[in-house]
């Protein structure tokens, strides 16, 4: 069964300090991967997503991630950490059941952002 | 392009009342979900649609839970009676592709509603 770990379900950084989000994951089969974000009390927004072409994946806002497969990761990164970018970040991987394509969620990590 | 609407934003019920949520997907999307969300958590699938048709609705609880997207196109679920751990967010979200299609993964969701029930 395909799964999601985010490690740490809080991380704070600096403004201007990179991020580092974490996301390990377990499939079966070659994975396609997301990264959304979700401000207060709005839904979810997709940032990125590795569909088995390049493995450094950039996406909305400056972020991207890089899939490695003998790792089983897919951690999210920006450079320079904005107090915009404060808000709850969910990793998913897609999974195919009854004919259907899925995703499962990660527990999500929320990121502050210290002036 | 519209994204994907969902009402109301915010419902507070008391415990064993019913209560429904509506969802309008982005034209033309095939599939349609809804997620429920609890504090802390990643969504979790409850059901899924192609078109007018049920996918899975496995993770459904289905003596309490109930929906339907009857012309394909909007969709609403229902709770009832509900219970004090339905307190959540209900989140709906849409695809373009079929759901046996790759395309159907990159999903977009809506504002979601937040349910408290008392």
């Known amino acids: 069964a395909q799964s999601v770990t985010q490690l740490g379900s809080h991380v704070s950084v600096s403004e201007g300090a990179l991020v580092l989000l974490r996301c390990n994951y377990s499939s079966s089969v070659p994975p396609y991967l997301f990264w959304y974000v979700q401000y207060p009390n709005q839904g979810l927004q997709l940032l990125l997503k590795y569909t088995s072409a390049a493995t450094l994946v950039k996406g909305i806002n400056g972020f991207e991630a890089e899939f490695k497969k003998s790792e089983t990761s897919f951690h999210l990164t920006k450079p320079s950490a904005h107090m915009s970018d404060a808000a709850e970040y969910f990793c998913a991987v897609s999974h195919s059941g009854a004919g259907s394509y899925q995703l499962t969620f990660g527990k999500g990590t929320k990121l502050s952002v210290i002036p | 392009e519209a994204g994907v609407a969902q009402s109301p934003r915010y419902k507070i019920i008391e415990k064993r009342q019913s209560v429904a949520f509506w969802c309008n997907p982005i034209s033309g999307h095939a599939t349609l979900y809804w997620y429920q969300q609890i504090l802390g958590q990643g969504p979790k699938l409850l059901i899924q649609f192609q078109n007018n048709g049920v996918v899975d609705d496995s993770q459904l609880p289905k003596d309490r839970f109930s929906a339907e997207r009857l012309k394909g196109v909007d969709s609403t679920l229902k709770i009832q009676p509900a219970k004090l751990e339905d307190s959540a967010v209900y989140l709906c979200?849409?695809?373009?592709?079929?759901?046996?299609?790759?395309?159907?993964?990159?999903?977009?969701f809506g504002p979601g509603t937040r349910l408290l029930v008392l």
């Open positions: 979200a849409s695809s373009l592709g079929l759901a046996g299609d790759r395309s159907s993964e990159t999903q977009y």
